[in-house]
């Protein structure tokens, strides 16, 4: 069996990215880590295997990919963001990597149409993550560099269209993704593989369990759950967790812990694992009572299982 815990950031993601991924990468909201992409792809894959993000934002998953002999196609809305994620293609090629890849510019839930008809039925592993948690997201240029008192955030938009999934609501997020993920179980082989990178988040003080509505969706798209493990967004040294927290995470902690919620860091990312089967089946879109189920399954006041440190 293996391990359920990876340890995906004995380095920092910017010492993961650096040399391997263009500068300008830095400034996307909600970058994948690495590490994450790699291993799945390390092992649930095999050179020469296809592998999909749908929502593919810098590119993570496929530089990853190219660099390990896979081919890759991502899907991504927003044209800056598609545009770096072909550059840090490029970028790869010109560093030895051996796989090829291709970006598409459009909405994900119409894949099927945006991705050639050669590649259905041909993929053999989804990597991809949700938008999610907002407050989770930026970075910061401090008084020293802005010549303001206090800190300025910047970087924490995917962008400003509205039709962008990052600004729906849970419910509609929910509808949405259930329909890329149904998508892309007709674009996977059988016995293809989905790795969902996901995590909760609380807003006014109630959790909001995105990973067991994502969960939910996969099912809903007709794709079969077969692990749920940790992916560490902290480091391990003798034996301990060692943090990693952007600015606003820690922010927000002890705002929160001044109020009398005990709050932790955030420590992990759930990785939700499916699989495509034979005998999986579904419908091609969300009806409104499966929306309410997912919804009801995504909004809780009881916390989740989860590393804290």
């Given at each position: ?146 010549g303001q008192p206090g800190v300025a955030k910047h ?155």
């Amino acid at each position: 069996m293996p391990d359920s815990v990876w340890p995906t950031a004995q380095r920092p993601a910017p010492a993961q990215r650096a040399g391997r991924y263009l500068p300008v990468s830095a400034a996307h909201p909600a970058k994948m880590l690495p590490a994450i992409a790699a291993q799945a792809i390390a092992r649930y894959t095999s050179p020469g295997d296809l592998v999909l993000d749908p929502m593919c934002g810098i590119g993570t998953t496929l530089v990853e990919a190219v660099h390990q002999g896979r081919h890759a196609i991502g899907v991504e809305y927003e044209p800056r963001w598609a545009h770096i994620a072909r550059s840090n293609l490029d970028h790869a090629t010109e560093h030895g990597a051996t796989g090829q890849g291709a970006v598409f510019r459009g909405d994900a839930r119409n894949l099927l149409e945006l991705i050639p008809q050669g590649h259905h039925g041909r993929v053999a592993l989804v990597v991809t993550s949700p938008p999610y948690g907002s407050s989770l997201h930026g970075q910061v240029r401090s008084s020293r560099e802005t010549g303001q008192p206090g800190v300025a955030k910047h970087d924490y938009r995917y962008g400003t269209d509205p039709a962008n999934l990052a600004h729906a609501s849970t419910d509609h997020l929910l509808a949405a993704f259930t329909r890329i993920l149904t998508q892309c179980r007709h674009l996977l082989r059988p016995g293809g593989t989905v790795a969902i990178t996901t995590r909760p988040w609380r807003e006014r003080g109630e959790l909001i369990d995105l990973p067991s509505a994502v969960l939910a969706a996969g099912e809903a798209a007709g794709l079969i759950p077969t692990e749920r493990c940790v992916a560490l967004l902290a480091g391990i040294r003798d034996g301990q967790l060692v943090t990693r927290p952007s600015f606003f995470q820690m922010k927000n902690v002890r705002d929160a812990r001044r109020a009398g919620h005990p709050l932790h860091l955030i420590a992990h990312e759930d990785l939700l694992i499916l699989k495509y089967g034979l005998t999986s089946c579904s419908s091609s879109h969300v009806r409104p009572a499966e929306t309410r189920a997912l919804q009801r399954r995504c909004t809780s006041s009881q916390p989740t299982d989860a590393i804290r440190a």
